[in-house]
């Protein structure tokens, strides 16, 4: 039941954007919001053996330029990507909350609900976004170095 709803979402999803509600799409739609990290080309490549390179970079290039999916940049310099919320869209992305990148796992997370401190900048200067990033070990890593 679960699945069906979600594959409903994920197609209306795709009509709001205007992008056709293809078998590949829904999967990749699929698989990140079943992550509770950002996710690079290569480890989606790795989960979906039958999306070849192209085709998933073409998708997460599309999902990107229409606001359904933001990228983040891990400790490696790699390209990670998250869902966006749902008021984000291709000409307004709201994407600008703490990415906390773990040092032990180098998984990167999204932490949407941390309240983030007002930017001034200087006279002249007209931000179009900004990325804030935060680095140390995720719970999950935090609970492994407190046992040993």
């Keep these: 039941m679960t699945q069906t ?24 739609l699929s698989m990140m919001s079943s992550r509770h990290s950002a996710t690079s080309q290569p480890d989606l490549e790795s989960l979906m053996h039958d999306i070849d390179r192209v085709t998933l970079y073409r998708i997460l290039n599309a999902f990107e330029e229409k606001g359904i999916i933001h990228k983040v940049f891990d400790l490696n310099g790699t390209a990670n990507y998250a869902l966006c919320s749902s008021n984000c869209n291709e000409h307004d992305h709201h994407d600008e909350h703490l990415h906390f990148n773990c040092t032990q796992c180098k998984n990167v997370y999204c932490l949407n609900d941390m309240n983030l401190p007002a ?3 200087p006279a002249g200067f007209e931000p179009h976004g900004f990325t804030l990033y935060a680095q140390g070990l995720c719970p999950k890593c935090s609970k492994k170095v407190v046992k040993k």
């Design 5 to 28: 709803r979600d594959i409903h979402h994920f197609e209306h999803l795709l009509d709001k954007h205007h992008l056709k509600k293809t078998a590949p799409r829904l999967r990749v």
């Design 119 to 121: 930017i001034n900048l």
